[in-house]
């Protein structure tokens, strides 16, 4: 399974980019899982329901199974956020999976960078970007710089930094 990145700021568009990218990648022949990484308080369950009352009963995980799809809740306990290597043996293989956020690991990735926001370039302090999307002219930026809005090329990029072919044989 090859791992792909996309970081940036808050707000820089790599949810959106990456809506984009999924489709883009599939058509070309590749199958894609992802992992999202937040620094919010998610909850996917709902009080009242029979899998939350398993929870807060104490399970560690628990698995909401339906025809349309299945779910593993897995509850920290007071334990350390997961690391990205704790997770990936848990998804399918895939061919390619991409990861939004975990900006620290030390996989490959696209910095996202929407000029608009002022932000300062992640770039310079981490050696894993290999490039950058942005939505303006970046100067002086000693990487490939790709169109934030062009999921073609950026997915052509990935899929070639990668060394996947650009359209996977069937």
Same mark, same amino acid.
């Given at each position: 399974?090859?791992?792909?990145?996309?970081?940036?700021?808050?707000?820089?568009?790599?949810?959106?980019?990456?809506?984009?990218l999924?489709?883009?990648?599939? #058509?070309?022949?590749?199958?894609?899982?992802?992992?999202?990484?937040?620094?919010?308080?998610?909850?996917?369950?709902k009080?009242?329901?029979?899998?939350?009352?398993h929870? +807060?009963?104490?399970?560690?995980?628990v698995?909401?199974?339906?025809g =349309?799809?299945? +779910?593993?809740?897995?509850e920290? #306990?007071?334990?350390?956020?997961?690391?990205?290597?704790?997770?990936?043996?848990?998804?399918?293989?895939?061919?390619?999976?991409?990861?939004?956020?975990?900006?620290?690991?030390?996989?490959?990735?696209?910095?996202?960078? #929407?000029?608009?926001?002022?932000?300062?370039?992640?770039?310079?302090?981490?050696?894993?970007?290999? =490039?950058? +999307?942005?939505?303006g002219?970046?100067?002086?930026?000693?990487?490939?710089?790709?169109?934030?809005n062009?999921?073609? =090329?950026?997915?052509?990029?990935?899929?070639?930094?990668?060394?996947?072919?650009?359209?996977?044989?069937?």
């Amino acid at each position: 399974m090859k791992i792909f990145g996309l970081a940036g700021w808050s707000g820089s568009g790599k949810t959106t980019l990456l809506e984009k990218l999924l489709p883009t990648l599939i #058509r070309r022949g590749y199958s894609v899982s992802t992992i999202k990484h937040t620094h919010h308080d998610v909850d996917l369950d709902k009080p009242g329901k029979d899998s939350h009352r398993h929870r +807060a009963a104490g399970a560690t995980e628990v698995v909401i199974a339906a025809g =349309a799809r299945w +779910a593993l809740l897995h509850e920290n #306990r007071g334990e350390p956020e997961p690391e990205v290597e704790e997770l990936i043996p848990r998804l399918v293989p895939v061919d390619l999976l991409l990861i939004e956020g975990f900006k620290r690991h030390a996989h490959p990735k696209i910095e996202i960078h #929407r000029k608009g926001l002022g932000k300062p370039l992640r770039f310079p302090e981490d050696a894993t970007v290999v =490039a950058v +999307a942005s939505d303006g002219n970046l100067a002086d930026v000693p990487l490939p710089v790709l169109d934030l809005n062009d999921a073609e =090329a950026v997915a052509g990029f990935i899929l070639t930094h990668l060394g996947l072919a650009p359209n996977k044989a069937p």
